[in-house]
């Protein structure tokens, strides 16, 4: 696709959200899956394997997939991308674990400069811009629950960053990130932007709770997880994609918007 192509789909969302009933200030919610491919993503033709997530599947279904879309191969250059809106070269992140400065604008600061501080926002979940506790505040996001490095050791056994302030937890990451997201945006009386980045699927490879994933009976010793990796982080997604419909049936008709 070409530039002036994408130029000309830029213009007609702009003006579908002139044209349209939708709020000027609508909620936002962005969700991230870590290390998930579109060789393990229903509604793409790459991959043989695919788990089963009906809830991106009607997401899919009732919206856009892009088929051509550039990003960065490793995690850290990605988000911060994400947050900057600025390339890798620009931040000095352009690897594992290399962090981002405080003095680049993020998303969240953009929001409070500019909008006389409407938004309400948060990120919860795998932050990796800075191993610091204290980083997602001082980037500016008024609330951070999760957890600042690129991984937990165990799912079940992990410490729990809620604005510097650590605590362990020994809930499933998924589900008490999917938790703390309902609580925070019910909490909300003006309109948010909510950053949710689940650290499924990426290792440990693990069995989820039984109850939400549809990989049947699984062994839950390491020996069989180092056997049979694939069913596990197949199940992993399948966990997050039961949680991700959670959060999206709490959310009410008024905090959704439809284009």
């Known amino acids: 696709m070409s530039c002036s192509d994408e130029?000309?789909?830029?213009?007609?969302?702009?003006?579908?959200?002139?044209n349209s009933s939708a709020p000027t200030t609508p909620n936002i919610l962005l969700i991230i899956a870590d290390d998930m491919g579109l060789d393990a993503c229903p509604g793409y033709d790459i991959g043989n394997v695919k788990p089963h997530m009906p809830n991106l599947q009607s997401l899919i279904n009732s919206g856009v997939r892009f088929t051509n879309l550039w990003s960065n191969p490793t995690c850290t250059p990605t988000r911060a991308g994400i947050i900057t809106g600025r390339y890798g070269f620009r931040t000095n992140v352009l690897a594992v674990d290399d962090p981002?400065?405080?003095?680049?604008?993020?998303?969240?600061?953009?929001?409070?400069?500019?909008?006389?501080?409407?938004?309400?926002?948060?990120?919860?979940?795998?932050?990796?811009?800075?191993?610091?506790?204290?980083?997602?505040n001082d980037m500016g996001v008024d609330y951070f629950a999760g957890f600042t490095g690129g991984g937990v050791p165990s799912y079940t056994n992990w410490t729990l960053n809620v604005n510097g302030v650590m605590n362990r937890s020994t809930e499933y990451t998924t589900t008490r990130f999917t938790d703390l997201?309902?609580?925070?945006?019910?909490?909300?009386?003006?309109?948010?932007?909510?950053?949710?980045?689940?650290?499924?699927?990426?290792?440990?490879?693990?069995?989820?709770?039984?109850?939400l994933h549809y990989q049947g009976a699984l062994s839950s010793d390491q020996s069989s997880i180092d056997i049979n990796p694939l069913s596990y982080y197949l199940a992993a997604l399948e966990a997050l994609d039961t949680e991700m419909g959670r959060l999206i049936n709490s959310l009410s008709n008024d905090e959704k918007v439809i284009l």
């Open 181 to 211: 997201a309902i609580e925070w945006k019910d909490n909300q009386t003006q309109p948010w932007l909510l950053w949710l980045a689940y650290n499924a699927p990426h290792t440990p490879f693990h069995l989820p709770p039984e109850d």
């Open 7 to 18: 130029s000309v789909e830029v213009f007609e969302v702009e003006e579908e959200l002139e």
């Open 100 to 136: 981002l400065s405080t003095s680049e604008t993020s998303i969240q600061k953009y929001l409070d400069l500019n909008t006389n501080n409407t938004y309400a926002h948060a990120v919860i979940g795998k932050w990796h811009l800075s191993k610091d506790d204290n980083h997602p």
